[in-house]
């Protein structure tokens, strides 16, 4: 399956942006969607994920609260909302998919299970 990104951009610190991320094909309901960022000179870290299956999500303690993950099953599109952006979430942001074989995965943030990824769509959030 191949992901596309998109809804990055310039922001000031407190507003919102929503990232899309449509899949070119209809995902099993056995996948994994998820996001995870990566900012100058750091390591790609997890953001949130989504099980196609239940719409169970988790997130990262540092956007729990502030970020929510979504899925359009007709669109086979997963977004990410993020309100009350922060200086500190500007990062490259990337779309993931993880093809569990399995309806009961427990949803996870290592990056090296997900088997797909999409370019990434750049974030900046100004103070």
């Known amino acids: 399956v191949q992901l596309q990104a998109s809804g990055g951009g310039l922001v000031q610190a407190g507003g919102s942006l929503r990232l899309s991320c449509a899949a070119s094909?209809?995902?099993?309901?056995?996948?994994?969607m998820g996001w995870f960022r990566q900012a100058p000179g750091k390591e790609r870290e997890f953001v949130a994920a989504i099980r196609w299956f239940d719409d169970d999500t988790y997130y990262s303690n540092s956007v729990e609260g502030r970020f929510t993950i979504s899925k359009d099953n007709a669109k086979n599109t997963v977004y990410l909302q993020m309100n009350s952006l922060k200086p500190e979430d500007t990062a490259l942001y990337y779309c993931?998919?993880?093809?569990?074989?399995?309806?009961?995965?427990?949803?996870?943030?290592?990056?090296?299970?997900?088997?797909?990824w999409g370019q990434g769509t750049l974030v900046t959030v100004s103070s």
């Open positions: 094909r209809r995902t099993s309901s056995k996948y994994h």
């Open positions: 993931a998919a993880r093809n569990t074989m399995s309806f009961r995965v427990t949803l996870t943030k290592e990056v090296t299970v997900y088997n797909y």
